[in-house]
């Protein structure tokens, strides 16, 4: 089964903030990392990343973390985030 993916308005705010403030390569690394979500959450989401609370679950595709549910052949993206270390952040 391939599943939809849906990025909710409060993800892509996110995506689309993280992608503003970055320079031109870590510019890249988002737009490859949300394509490489796109396409793996496509096949089994059930199986990606970590479950949490409430059939929630997360996953990592550097430089992105994402929160992320399943619900009746979708997959909604509800939250994104820099997942890199603090200390090795630049812009």
């Known amino acids: 089964m391939i599943y939809m993916v849906i990025w909710l308005r409060r993800a892509l705010n996110e995506l689309t903030t993280l992608w503003l403030n970055a320079d031109s390569a ?8 949300a ?13 990606q ?12 595709v550097g430089p992105l973390g994402i929160l992320y549910y399943v619900k009746q052949g979708a997959v909604c993206i509800v939250h994104v985030w820099d997942s890199r270390p603090k200390k090795r952040r630049k812009r």
């Open 35 to 47: 394509h490489q979500i796109d396409k793996v959450l496509q096949r089994e989401p059930e199986n």
């Open 49 to 60: 990343g970590e479950s949490r609370a409430d059939g929630e679950r997360v996953l990592f």
């Open 26 to 33: 870590l510019r890249r690394s988002i737009t490859a990392a």
